[in-house]
Structure formats: structure tokens, C-alpha cells
């Protein structure tokens, strides 16, 4: 997953790049909007309001026609006009400074749930096809029958191959953010994941961290 912060602070940018990079995505910065609309598209932008170049909400409004990815407002505009007008102008969540770095990420997590974690409708890995919109899985060609969590735990995994994903962010994910039961409620959709894909090296454990998807 790929993260654009659009930030005109050195020190609030640097600091967002370093946490989004030890939580797993792969974070740039930019300080203009002009910058921002030139780069390609990424799954998810970060974006602040008060740019020296263009106003933050024209930014919002050209990266909305221009794609589809995840647009979150990090901003220290906290009036309710400014959320009105952001989220009217295509944003997908509105985030006011300061802020805490679990709760960014949870919001990042939120908004690629409601669907706009990867820009096509189909992830491909090895032998493994899964079809997002059908819901549709495949290994090797073959059907594979999944109950809704399996079906969730591995479209977590497979929309960032090789990352590994915590068990805590699987369990979000698949589950809810609210989710309070244990963990170990994972294991056991996990082995019967494994089982119906029947490629045991396809997902691979990291003891003690969590899972991805490896080369089968």
C-alpha cells in the first residue's frame, strides 16, 4: 500500500512518513499541491488544507476526478464548514490536528475497508486469483469455497503481497475495529484457510508477529 502525505511542515511530513513506514506502507511526502497532482496516483493521501501553492480543498477536488484513491484531510482546520466542504469535495474522512498515529492508522484501515483499497477488481498471486467483485477465489485454476471470514483474512493478505500483517489488523479487518474477543479466533479460520487452498507454503506464519502471503 502506498500512502502520499501532502504536508507543508518538514517535521510533521517527516514524522508521518517515519510511523506509516514501520506500520507497513510505503510512505512519500510532498510540500505543494502542485507537487501532489503530479505524482501518480497512491492508494491513500494524507492531505493538509493550508499548502503554499493551491488551497488544500481544490486539491482534494482535483485528485478526486483525476483517481480513486483513499483521501484523507489531516488538518488543524477544525470548523465544521471546512469538513462539509472537504468531505463534499470528494474526501474520505476528515482527521483534525493533533493527532495520534494509532488512530491515523485506524482511519486509514477504515477508509480502504469501504473500498478503495486497490485500484482493480482482481488480485493475482502465484497460483492464488482472487475476484473482488464476485468474491470469486481460485487456486490454480480451480474453485475455492470460502465461508465470509476466510474470504476476508485472505483478501487482507493478498491486497499487499510479501507484507507481513499483524494478527491484530487481520482480526480488524476481518472482523471489526471494535473487536474485543480473542485473537486466537483467527487461528483456527486460518488452518481452514489453509486447508481449502491447499498450497501450505502460500501463507506463511510469523511467529510471534503475524502472517502474509509468500511465494508459493
Known sequence: MSVLVIEDDPGIATQLVRGLERAGYAADSVVTGAEA???VPPDVV?????????????????????SNAAIIVVT???EEPD??????EGADD?????????ELLARIRAVLRRGHRVGCEVLRHGPLMID???RKVTVNDTDVA????????LECLASDPGR????????????????????????????ALRKKLGVPTLIETIYGHGFRLADA
Not at 494524507?46 to 483525476?66: F, H, K, N, S, T
Not at 479487518?173 to 471494535?178: G, I, S
Open 76 to 78: 488543524a482546520r477544525g
Open 164 to 191: 507481513l500483517v499483524s494478527r491484530q489488523e487481520i482480526v480488524e479487518r476481518a472482523w471489526d475495529e471494535h473487536w474485543y474477543g480473542p485473537t486466537k479466533v483467527l487461528d483456527v479460520h486460518m488452518a
Open 94 to 102: 476528515y482527521l483534525v490536528k493533533p493527532f495520534g498515529l494509532a
Open 146 to 153: 470460502l465461508t465470509p471470514k476466510e474470504f476476508a483474512i
Open 37 to 39: 497532482l503530479r505524482r
Open 132 to 134: 473482488l467483485r464476485t
Open 83 to 88: 469538513r462539509v466542504l472537504a468531505l463534499d
Open 46 to 66: 494524507l492531505l493538509d488544507l493550508g499548502l503554499p501553492d493551491i488551497d488544500g480543498i481544490d486539491v482534494c477536488r482535483q485528485l478526486r476526478r483525476a
